[in-house]
């Protein structure tokens, strides 16, 4: 009897082995998978058999401006914002008269708004999780990827003012500009805020907590700065005559010059940066090259045709040109084309290793998902 019990333990003992292994190896296949399809909701969107559309039909975003939004899309167009999820089945949106709507996404997190307006709509797949009330002019307006969102205004006896909001809609911080005008902020992780303020000596960062009113990093660009974001290496800014590498404490790393050439277009993202160089402002001499976070150019590609919009993600660059999309690896090799004469003017590379094409009143995906 107690050599039968001995057995029993010995095969329910093998048994837990057994269920262990095969939930160790379910959860490197859910972990790949995921890793492939952009992350688990992609993945839980499979099992639950949602199939992704090819095709979106949206409102007239003429002069407005459509982005990727969690596999689905969100447009900014002069009557509203509207947002799909992504079977191309309309969420929700909110009417509104803009002049010059703009927008800016993040993972599941997105903020819309009529620049030089009184307000901007943080939303999330749900709906809309706040329409703030920021009473000043509105320039501009950041998320990142865990929910806060940055709001750049002009303000009553200071040269501008951002506000920052957490997840749920709370302001939870707000910091004047005594000098320089405020031009844009953005939030890295949960703690830090980098602003960008022009002023008639340059382009000033400032880099700041959000629990303390102390500035933590300080730096002026004696040019024109028009955008930056966070990198793998710090913080890349494109400037109108280069771009300028920062460490996350503000100090320059790098610099790399256009060299007397005009800016056409430009993508920004953790590894690299693509930029759309021109010989001259109308035609000729065109070029892309990629410069990587840390500096130093990793590739160049000449141009036949004027670039509509470039996008830069996971180590692979998109090109959109009148008649086609590109993707490309970070070093401008070409891994595939597709036709896109349909009068794209935004490209950009999803999650899911897929490209997004829109035009004024509908966006295509092409490659394999």
Wanted: with cysteine; aromatic share 10%; hydrophobic share 40%.
């Amino acid at each position: 009897m107690e050599e039968k019990r001995k057995k029993n333990r010995g095969l329910l003992k093998m048994l837990l082995i057994l269920l262990l292994l095969a939930m160790a190896i379910l959860a490197v296949a859910v972990a790949v998978r995921a890793r492939q399809e952009g992350g688990l909701r992609a993945l839980w969107r499979s099992v639950r058999g949602v199939k992704e559309t090819d095709e979106f039909f949206f409102e007239n975003a003429s002069g407005g401006a459509v982005a990727d939004f969690d596999m689905g899309l969100a447009v900014a167009a002069d009557s509203g914002l509207y947002v799909y999820d992504e079977t191309g089945k309309q969420l929700f949106s909110r009417l509104y008269s803009w002049q010059n709507p703009a927008l800016a996404v993040d993972g599941s997190y997105g903020a819309a708004w009529n620049v030089g307006g009184s307000s901007v709509l943080f939303f999330d797949r749900d709906g809309i999780i706040r329409e703030t009330s920021e009473g000043n002019p509105v320039v501009s307006a950041s998320v990142n990827s865990l929910g806060y969102l940055a709001v750049s205004t002009e303000a009553d006896g200071y040269k501008g003012e951002v506000t920052v909001y957490n997840s749920v809609g709370t302001a939870i911080y707000r910091w004047s500009a005594g000098s320089g005008r405020v031009l844009s902020a953005r939030v890295s992780g949960r703690d830090d805020l980098v602003v960008l303020t022009v002023g008639s000596g340059g382009s000033r960062f400032v880099k700041l907590k959000l629990d303390s009113e102390e500035l933590q990093g300080d730096y002026t660009y004696p040019g024109l700065v028009i955008d930056f974001a966070f990198t793998d290496s710090g913080i890349t800014a494109v400037s109108t005559s280069s771009l300028v590498g920062l460490s996350g404490q503000l100090q320059e790393r790098w610099t790399y010059s256009f060299d007397g050439r005009f800016l056409e277009s430009y993508a920004l993202s953790d590894s690299v940066c693509a930029i759309a160089l021109a010989d001259f402002q109308v035609g000729g001499g065109r070029a892309v090259e990629t410069v990587a976070a840390g500096g130093g150019l990793k590739g160049t590609l000449t141009l036949a045709q004027a670039p509509e919009d470039l996008d830069a993600r996971g180590g692979q660059v998109a090109v959109l040109t009148q008649d086609s999309a590109a993707v490309y690896s970070d070093a401008l090799e070409e891994l595939s084309r597709y036709d896109c004469s349909f009068g794209a003017g935004r490209t950009q590379l999803r999650a899911d290793g897929t490209v997004l094409c829109a035009g004024t009143f509908s966006a295509y995906v092409y490659g394999e998902k």
